[in-house]
Structures are given as C-alpha cells and as structure tokens.
C-alpha cells in the first residue's frame, strides 16, 4: 500500500539556521508534491506544488527538491525564523481529482 | 475575499449522535473536499465533490456522507457517531475539479468534533 513518511520526532534549530524537512514515499509514482504548513488547531495553508519533471522549486526562503529515483523530497527553509515554527506537511499525488494523501507532518521548533 | 469557512467551529456529542458539518468555498471555487485529521496524524481524505457530484471517496464507513449543493456548498454528515471519529474536519475548495496541476486546495479552519 502506498505510504508516507516524515520525519518524526520535531525538528529543533536555531534562528538563522536552515531547516531541512524530510519526505519519502514508497509504493505509487506521484506525479506531483504539495507542501503544506499548519499552525496548531488550524487548516494547513498551501506552500509550494513541484512537478516530476522538475527537480527544484523555490518560492522566497523555501525550496523544495523533488527526487523520483530515490521516492523523496527535501524541503528546506532558509534564514529560518521563530515564525517558521509549525507543523509541515507533504503530499505526493498521483490522482486526477484534488484528494491529497499526506503524511503525518514534521514539527518544526525554530529557537531565537 | 472570505476563504474557505466552516461550521460549527467546535462541537460535542455523545456516541450515537449524528453531525452535521457545513462548508462554504472559496467564492468561484467548484470543488469541496473533506478531510478528518486525528491528533498526531495527517488529514485523511473523505470525500470530493465537483459541480455537485461526487468525484472521490475514501477508506471511510457508509456512517460518513456528504453532498454538494447548488450554490458549492456542502455538508458533511456522521451517523451513529464513535469515540474514535472525534478529530478536526477540514474542508478544502480548489478551483479545478479534474485535476491538481493548477495548484493548492484552500482550507477552511476545520470543525473540532468531540464524541463522548
């Protein structure tokens, strides 16, 4: 069956630094990945799609690498700040019709 | 321009109950999708619907229903409700019903549903 995987346990770094968040799927070819953050009892807020056939995407602070052979992206956030923290969440798509499968999200802790 | 919003913010039952949850999309949006998200976990999909008809459904029980009405809209319905279906329900609206490579679904703020 397909499956998802993030990072588990929370990601904590420093103010500055740059995050890097972790996605893997096994089991189906996305043709797209959507990432995705969201704030503690609210709805995620989309970030950034990437297509197979595109390798990098960055949008402001945020880029995210999409690598087919190995069944993972990276999401990297740079210059992090305190306002970063938050929970992400990634989602491959392999569908015609906008049902998303995500992951069970990362949690990332950015420290002044 | 008002996002995606949903209906009840919060609400508690007792098991056996049955809910209603209500979403209005994004103006112009056609599509509505719903989502469970349990504590700790990603949103699981539930249920599409395009122009009123529906385009999608999940791994969930004939206890969840949903339809579309004509102005977009849509209500989600739980029967017979268990412990276990106490999560946040989130409604999402895109303005393309047969395909994601235009981009994002826009969530509402979700419903937090309690079962007792």
């Known amino acids: 069956s397909q499956k998802i995987e993030q990072n588990s346990e929370a990601l904590n770094i420093q103010e500055g630094k740059t995050a890097t968040l972790t996605c893997n799927y096994t089991?189906?070819?996305?043709?797209?990945l959507q990432w995705y953050r969201q704030d503690p009892g609210r709805g995620p807020v989309f970030l950034l799609l990437?297509?197979?056939?595109?390798k990098e995407k960055r949008k402001e602070r945020l880029k995210v690498t999409f690598d087919t052979t190995l069944k993972q992206s990276l999401f990297h956030i740079t210059a992090s700040q305190p306002a970063d923290s938050a929970t992400y969440l990634c989602?491959?798509?392999?569908?015609?019709?906008?049902?998303?499968?995500f992951g069970k999200g990362t949690m990332l802790l950015v420290s002044p | 321009d008002a996002g995606v919003t949903q209906s009840p913010t919060h609400l508690i039952k007792t098991r056996g109950q049955h809910v209603t949850l209500r979403c209005s999309p994004i103006?112009?949006?056609?599509?509505v999708s719903w989502y469970q998200q349990v504590l700790g976990q990603g949103p699981q999909f539930i249920f599409q619907?395009?122009?009123?008809?529906?385009?999608g459904r999940g791994n969930f029980p004939d206890r969840f229903s949903a339809r579309q009405f004509p102005n977009y809209s849509s209500e989600l319905n739980v029967n017979a409700l268990l412990l276990g279906d106490s999560a946040l329900y989130l409604c999402?609206?895109?303005?393309?019903?047969?395909?994601?490579?235009?981009?994002?679904?826009?969530f509402g703020e979700g419903s937090r549903l309690t079962v007792l």
């Open positions: 999402a609206s895109s303005n393309s019903g047969t395909s994601v490579r235009t981009g994002e679904l826009f």
């Open positions: 089991n189906y070819s996305p043709a797209y």
């Open positions: 990437i297509r197979e056939n595109e």
């Open positions: 989602a491959p798509t392999s569908g015609r019709y906008s049902t998303l499968t």
């Open positions: 103006s112009g949006h056609k599509s």
């Open positions: 619907y395009y122009e009123k008809e529906e385009r």
